[in-house]
Structures are given as structure tokens and as C-alpha cells.
Nanobody, 120 residues
Framework: QVQLAESGGGLVQPGGSLRLACAASGTFFNINAMNWYRQAPGARRELVAQIFSINSTSYADSVKGRFAISRDKTKNTVYLQMNSLKPEDTAVYYC??????????????WGQGTRVTVSS
């Protein structure tokens, strides 16, 4: 199993910044893709950013140029730096990883979410 511990959410004014972190722990061979999703009230969960094992990245159009995803492989931790935040970025942000287990199987895990509120 893989446990994901998210941190860094909170209340921020429009135009402000927040940095989310998600640390993976447990028993696994390695972590492949690490992802951030978000779900706004009344909306579907959407993919925000991805970072792959070779450190290539992908972003939703709505956050390109404002958000940056990075990872520390030595700590099995993924970060999401969020700048120029807008009220429409308000959501619960979820960490999601693809982990290669000791059995060789690739499994997917979710964190419990951290709330981000952008409001004046």
C-alpha cells in the first residue's frame, strides 16, 4: 500500500500563491507518475498537472503559466506551486500517484485532499 500525505492548502487572496506538497510512503518499488487533481464544489474532478518519472510535465490549459509541478524523488514527494491564484482555482486538491508495487503491478492511489480557497 501507498499512503499519501498532502499539505499546504488554505485561504489566499486573489493573485496570491500557495505551495502544495504530497509525500508518498509505504511499501512499493518506485513511483511513476505523480499527479494533482482538483474538484470544485458541484463540479467533476479534473486533472491539473502531471509529472512523470523522466520529469516531463503536463498541465491543464486553465493553469498553464501559473502553476508548476515538481518532484523530489529522494523524498517521494510532489509539489504544486500555484501562483496568480484566481477565485476559480478554489477547490479540494488531490494528490494521485501511479506506484510500481513489489509484485511488479502498477497501482493507483489517492490522497485525502487539501482545500484551497481563493477569496478576498
Amino acid at each position: 500500500q501507498v499512503q499519501l500525505a498532502e499539505s499546504g492548502g488554505g485561504l489566499v487572496q486573489p493573485g496570491g500563491s500557495l505551495r502544495l506538497a504530497c509525500a508518498a510512503s509505504g511499501t512499493f518499488f518506485n513511483i511513476n507518475a505523480m499527479n494533482w487533481y482538483r474538484q470544485a464544489p458541484g463540479a467533476r474532478r479534473e486533472l491539473v498537472a502531471q509529472i512523470f518519472s523522466i520529469n516531463s510535465t503536463s498541465y491543464a490549459d486553465s493553469v498553464k503559466g501559473r502553476f508548476a509541478i515538481s518532484r523530489d524523488k529522494t523524498k517521494n514527494t510532489v509539489y504544486l506551486q500555484m501562483n496568480s491564484l484566481k477565485p476559480e482555482d478554489t477547490a479540494v486538491y488531490y494528490c494521485n500517484v501511479d506506484a510500481r508495487m513489489m509484485t511488479g503491478r502498477l497501482e493507483n492511489f489517492w490522497g485525502q485532499g487539501t482545500r484551497v480557497t481563493v477569496s478576498s
